[in-house]
Every structure is written in structure tokens, then in C-alpha cells.
């Protein structure tokens, strides 16, 4: 080599003395100047533009070899753009693909490479970094991709099984026959239990599923975004760092999983009545477990509201093994008329979950149910909810599957429980108490309602929650007997948690059981210590109620500061009467009768505006500017025009002008849209006029409208209609006889 170098001292004999002396394992001392000398020579080539891709590829061998990465880049680069097709461009662009972790191109480039002439032991071991590299991804990837297809399937089934086991209890209850100890029934029952304990463990399952595709679903986009040489680097991070985000999420709901968590009882502070206050109610409720054969509850509970419900304290192991400690929750609010036999039938149904060990059994769908709700709190509390988040679309998804599952199953344990307490008690027993307890919740609700809206405009406080003083209006009775007649005969829809009274009374005519006789002692009798009960616990609702008023109060106030500084910059009737609304709210009805008249001043005649200061006129004791405010209406034709029409007649009733309430009433009546509260609001007026037999005719309108209200209005009835009605029509005042149209009016 050294006598070739003397005559030829070329790029070509420098760099065969260096694979030469590479090759015989020489020391790397004599390779070096050989190395060094060739290094020069090439990179002067280069800048001469050398028409040959030798000293491209001198380049690219001792700058990979020196780790030189910029100038074995800028090598490679320029061998493979001028001389694609020498097997030493396709080679090193092979390298610095794999250098790039491009593991499919660079598998491409070496095999090309050995099409063209390079020899296979040199690119083998290249070779099978790129397979290797490309292998480990996809078999990664495959793993992945296969895990996550498994767990939607799993989503998936568990979906299909909800649907079809809540519409098997759907027709199961809807059908004309209940059968609800057979084979049927018994199959699917058990496999309700089977299949939310499954739901349940897919649920605590699912939440490595969510980090481990929070992990994977950004790493394959931002891998598949490298691969296209137009997204930049940036577009890479920002993926990434939107993946951190939902990874914290997935975390946020395993950790969720592990947070203890306290049923609605332990959270609660209900009272204990002891034995000493209501000695007579726990003989009954071990009267009542005695007969439906079961253990009797341990502890009774008394709450504010309107609960009627049992509970089981203690372990899980506790629970299965029959060891847990039984409570009842018993609502002040449903105690008040409440028949002591209508309350038996209650509690056997009670105690009917206890047989069935539906309060044990459920504590696992609890843990999962507070276990997600806790997941939802940690996500609340992070702050914005991004829609491409995983986990995210896991809590819109799962928890419908979830409850779905769930509210099945109640209703169907609420069919069997009622089919106990209609065979120990019978069945007007048992109808009794769920009208009973359907009403109350309705009207306890209304009576909160009432007292926090008059909490927020600071007007006296009710003296009783339990006293209903003062009575709602018409109108409130009204929309109180609506949703009492809404809940008693709308049918089970697939969401309930319970059937719906209508078909649970249905079902209970189906139960082959002796009907009792009801006795006419109350349940408050039972409990001695009534006042000392009712005290605290008005108490207790006085104290929840002010809170509540206060912390609306402060953001009813942030919203009018809103509103007020959008005004400034552009005045419109509409946020002028969105603020008239929210000063009535909290009682500022100067400042709100002061935005109602801009309003109306820019668009005269605005309906929803005349009668909101219709509304604040009457409660101010402005009765002709109220009526004013109502007069548009009384010539259309709809229901808005009904409701301030019956309105009208309410003031002219409170100011003493029946004749003309009785017109007003009839005009609304005539509207063609039925009414109950304006024919029983036309009744009363009628009888302070003296036309019995007419107010009689429309408590019977009102009868037929709602008949489950007849006790409401059997109160208003006259005692002896017939002997105190006047002689004949000719007798009556002449605006009545114009309004009603004579005798048979209304009828």
C-alpha cells in the first residue's frame, strides 16, 4: 500500500490503506494519518463538486465512525440526493434513518442497499437494529390496540345486557299478569346480581385500561405525526403534553377508587329516638317484623324531610353475615297524616329488603356508584373538562351502562317488596301509604320551595315547616296536584329508580291477599315527645333554609353587578328585564318595577314584562295598577292569557268584588283550557255571593279535573248547599247572572 501511495497518492489508495489496516485489526495510531489525510482530501472534493460519490461516502464512514452526527447528516443527505442509486447512499441514508428512529424507512434503505451490490455482512447488523426496532413498537402497539378493542367490547356488552334486562322488567311489570316467584323471575333476578357485580369489577378494572390509553393514544399520535414531514416538533409537544393531561385524569380516578367514602346515612346527623320518646313505634316496628318474619331494625332514625327507608350499618362481611346494625329513616315530614296501618304496610315493605338482602347485596353498587362520583368531584375540581379527554368520555359512558343496570334490579326488588306488605297488610293498606307518602314529598317540596323564596326577599319566616301556614295559594295547589297526579299515573320509564305509583298500585290488585280494615289512629300517636320533635328538627330546617337563601342571595347579587355593568355599555329591554327578574328575586321590587317600565317604555305591551309587574303590583298591595298591568291579556285566547285572567280574578276576590271575580273566573274557564283552580277559585267566590248550588257545580268540574284532589276541595264545600241557594236566577245580582249565563252555568 505503501509503494501504491508513493505513485498514487489518491482518495482512492488512502482510503483502501485504511479498510486495509481496519481489517488486518491495526493499531489505531498507524490508522489515523491515513484517516486524517483522507478526511481532507474528501472534504476538498466536495467543495470542488466532485462528480463521484466516493468522497461523500469517505465523509459519511469517518464522520459515523468519529461521531460527527452534523457532518455524517449533511453526508448522507448529499450522497443520497446525488447518487441515489450507488448501494453506499441507500446504506448510510439507512443509518441515519435509524438514527432518526424511523424504523420502516430504515428497513427499506438497507435492503435496497443489499439489491444494489452491498455486500450482506456489512448491513446486516444495521439490518436488524431496524426489524428489531420496528418489532418491539408493533408488538407494543398490537398488545395495546387489542387490550383496548377487548375493554370497549366489554363496554359494549355490559350496554346490550342493560337494555335488555331493563326492558325484560319493563314487561315484566308492565304485563297483565305479575308472576313474581317464577321461573322467570328467579332467572332474572339472579342474573341482575351477576351482572352488576361483573359491572362493578369492570369498573375497577377499567381504570388502568384509562392510564394505560391516556399513555398509548399520545404517544401513537404524536409517532404517527413524525412520520409526515410537514408537522413540526411543536405539534408533537403539544400532543404530548395534552396526553399529561389526561394521564392525570386516568390517575385522578384510581385514586378515587381508594377514598373512603360514607353512605348518605353516615353523612347525614339525623336524630335518634330513643325508646322513651316513642316506645309505642318501636313495639310496632317489632309488631311488623314479627309478622313479615325478619329481624327488627336497631336503631330509628328521624330526618326533616320526607325519607322512609332502611339501611344496614357496618362491614361488608358484616352485612352478608346478617351481623350489621338495621336503621330506619323516617322523615318528620310523612309522619304528619300518616294512618298507623298505612305506616305497617310501609315498613313491611321495608323489611322486605332485609329478607331479600337487597340493602346487604347493594353495597358493593354503592362503593362503585360513590367510587365514580368521586372520580367526577376530582375532575370538577381540575378545573376545565376537555371533551378529547378519555377519561372523560369513560364518566359520559359508563355510568349511564352502569345505572342502567342498577335501576333495574331496584325496580324489580321494589315489586317484591311490595308484594310482602300487600299480603301482610292488604292492599288498601299499602295504597294508602304510597298516595300517603307521594303526596307529602311533593307538598314538603313546595312548602321548602315557598319558605327559601321567601327567605331570599327577607319576609317573614314560616313559624312551622310541618304547620303548612299559610296554606299555597290556588294556583301553588294547583301545580302541587298536577305533579301528584303526574306522579301517580305516569308510567315506569327505563331511568326510574323505582316503578311508578300507578303501576305499583296496579300491581298490588294482582297480589292474592286479604284486604284489612283501616283503623283511624295516626302514627303521630305513636311518639309522644311530638312537639319536642317537630321543634328541633324546624330548627334544623330554619337553619339549612337561611344558609341556602344567603348563599343565593350572594350570587343572585353578582349576577344583577353583571347585568349592571353590561347596561352600561348597551342598554337593551332585554337585560333591563333579566335584572328586573333578579331584584324581584331577592326582593328589590322598587329597583325592579324601575327596570319593568324601560322595558316597557321601549317595547310596549311586552307581555312577560306586564305580568311580572302585575306580579309585584299585587304583592305590594297595588291592586288597580296590578289589574291594569293584567287587562291586555284578558282578550286572547291561550294559556298565558288564561293564567293572568285567573289571576285578575284572585286580586278582585281579595278587594272584595266576587260579582266580578265570577266574570273574570268564567272568562278563563271559556278560554277552552281546563282549569281546576279556576273553577274552584269561581266556587269560593260563589259562595261568598250566596250561589251555593253553583259553587257546588264547579267543585264538581273541579272533581272531575283532578279527582285526586276531591279531599283539597271537599274542605271548601258548602255543609247545606240546597238550603241556602236563593229561590231562582232572577234572585242573583245582574253581573252574576250575565257572567254565568243562568242556573245551569258551568255545569
Known amino acids: 500500500m505503501q509503494k501504491r501511495l508513493q505513485t498514487n497518492r489518491d482518495l482512492t489508495n488512502l482510503m483502501g490503506a485504511v479498510s486495509m489496516l481496519e481489517r488486518a485489526g491495526g493499531p489505531r495510531t498507524a490508522i489515523q ?8 482530501m474528501a472534504q476538498q472534493q466536495v467543495k470542488q463538486g466532485a462528480p463521484t460519490p466516493l468522497p461523500y461516502v469517505t465523509i459519511a464512514k469517518l464522520a459515523l465512525e468519529d461521531q460527527k452526527q452534523n457532518e455524517f447528516q449533511t453526508a448522507a443527505q448529499s450522497l443520497m440526493r446525488r447518487f441515489p442509486e450507488d448501494p453506499h447512499s441507500q446504506f448510510f441514508s439507512g443509518i441515519r434513518q435509524l438514527q432518526d428512529g424511523d424504523w420502516q424507512a430504515a428497513e427499506t434503505s438497507l435492503l435496497k442497499a443489499r439489491d444494489l451490490g452491498m455486500p450482506e455482512d456489512t448491513i446486516n447488523r444495521y439490518l436488524k437494529l431496524a426489524i428489531d426496532g420496528q418489532k418491539w413498537i408493533w408488538e407494543y402497539a398490537y398488545i395495546v390496540f387489542w387490550l383496548l378493542v377487548a375493554w370497549l367490547a366489554g363496554l359494549g356488552l355490559l350496554y346490550v345486557c342493560g337494555r335488555m334486562l331493563s326492558a325484560a322488567t319493563l314487561r315484566t311489570m308492565r304485563g297483565a299478569d305479575v308472576q313474581l316467584h317464577g321461573l322467570w323471575d328467579r332467572i332474572l333476578r339472579r342474573t341482575y346480581r351477576v351482572v352488576i357485580n361483573l ?84 313495639a310496632l316496628s317489632r309488631e311488623v317484623a314479627k309478622l313479615v318474619g325478619t329481624r327488627p331494625v336497631d336503631d330509628i332514625w328521624l330526618t326533616p324531610g320526607t325519607d322512609l327507608a332502611v339501611a344496614e350499618r357496618g362491614s361488608v362481611l358484616a352485612r352478608i353475615g346478617n351481623r350489621s346494625r338495621r336503621v330506619l329513616l323516617l322523615g318528620v315530614a310523612v309522619i304528619d297524616e300518616l294512618p298507623r296501618d298505612a305506616f305497617k304496610s310501609i315498613l313491611a315493605h321495608e323489611y322486605a329488603h332485609f329478607i331479600h338482602r337487597d340493602t346487604a347485596v347493594g353495597s358493593f353498587a354503592r362503593h362503585v356508584e360513590y367510587a365514580m362520583l368521586n372520580f367526577v368531584a376530582a375532575v370538577i375540581r381540575r378545573g376545565k373538562i376537555r371533551k378529547w379527554d378519555v377519561a372523560i368520555q369513560f364518566l359520559r359512558y359508563f ?22 306488605a300487600v299480603t301482610a297488610y292488604g292492599r288498601t293498606a299499602f295504597e294508602l301509604g304510597l298516595r300517603h307518602s307521594t303526596r307529602k314529598s311533593i307538598e314538603f317540596d313546595s312548602v321548602l320551595d315557598r319558605e327559601f323564596n321567601n327567605r331570599l326577599r327577607n319576609l317573614p319566616a314560616l313559624a312551622s ?120 328575586s331577592v326582593g328589590e321590587d322598587d329597583k ?20 311580572l309587574r302585575a306580579v309585584i303590583r299585587e304583592a305590594r298591595g297595588h291592586y288597580e295598577q296590578a289589574l291594569e298591568d293584567l287587562a291586555p291579556f284578558f282578550n286572547e285566547q291561550n294559556v298565558d292569557a288564561q293564567t293572568a285572567t285567573i289571576r285578575a280574578g284572585q286580586i278582585q276576590l281579595t278587594i272584595g268584588r266576587p260579582e266580578v271575580a265570577i266574570e273574570l273566573f268564567t272568562q278563563a274557564i271559556n278560554m277552552g283550557f281546563e282549569s281546576w283552580s279556576a273553577h274552584v277559585l269561581r266556587g269560593q267566590a260563589r259562595l261568598q255571593t250566596g250561589q251555593f248550588v253553583f259553587a257546588k257545580q264547579d267543585f264538581h268540574a273541579a272533581d272531575r279535573i283532578m279527582p285526586f284532589a276531591k279531599p283539597y276541595v271537599d274542605r271548601l264545600r258548602p255543609a247545606d248547599p240546597e238550603a241556602a241557594e236563593p229561590d231562582d236566577e232572577h234572585s242573583l245580582p245582574p253581573k252574576i247572572k250575565q257572567a254565568t249565563g243562568g242556573r245551569n252555568a258551568g255545569v
Open 399 to 420: 355510568p349511564a351502562i352502569f345505572y342502567r343496570l342498577t335501576y333495574g334490579a331496584c325496580r324489580l326488588r321494589e315489586v317484591h317488596a311490595d308484594q310482602v
Open 465 to 584: 315547616f310541618y304547620s303548612a301556614t299559610p296554606a299555597p295559594t290556588i294556583p301553588d295547589r294547583h301545580a302541587i296536584e298536577a305533579a301528584v297526579e303526574q306522579a301517580l299515573n305516569e308510567p315506569s320509564q327505563e331511568w326510574d329508580t323505582h316503578p311508578s305509583p300507578g303501576e305499583r298500585i296496579r300491581f298490588s290488585e294482582q297480589v292474592n291477599a286479604v284486604d284489612l280494615p283501616i283503623s283511624a289512629s295516626m302514627l303521630w300517636d305513636c311518639i309522644p315527645a311530638q312537639k319536642a320533635i317537630v321543634s328541633e328538627m324546624d330548627a334544623v330546617l330554619n337553619d339549612l333554609t337561611d344558609a341556602d337563601a344567603a348563599a343565593a342571595r350572594e350570587t343572585q347579587q353578582l349576577v344583577v353587578e353583571q347585568l349592571t355593568g353590561a347596561l352600561r355599555e348597551q342598554p337593551q329591554a332585554e337585560l333591563f328585564f333579566e335584572r328586573a327578574r333578579y331584584y324581584h
Open 33 to 40: 494519518p491515513y484517516r486524517a489525510e483522507a478526511w481532507r
Open 199 to 282: 359491572a362493578g369489577v369492570y369498573y375497577f378494572l377499567s381504570l388502568p385500561m384509562l392510564i394505560l390509553s391516556s399513555i398509548a393514544l399520545p404517544l401513537a399520535l404524536g409517532y404517527a405525526l413524525l412520520m409526515l414531514p410537514t408537522w413540526s416538533l411543536i405539534l408533537v409537544a403539544v400532543v404530548l403534553v395534552l396526553g399529561i393531561g389526561g394521564l392525570l385524569t386516568a390517575i385522578n380516578g384510581l385514586r378515587a377508587a381508594f377514598i373512603v367514602f360514607r353512605t348518605r346515612e353516615e353523612q347525614s346527623t339525623p336524630r335518634p329516638l330513643t325508646e322513651q320518646e316513642g316506645r309505642p313505634l318501636w
Open 592 to 611: 325592579a318595577i324601575e327596570d319593568l317600565d324601560r322595558v316597557l317604555h321601549e317595547i310596549p305591551g311586552l307581555d312577560v314584562a306586564l305580568y
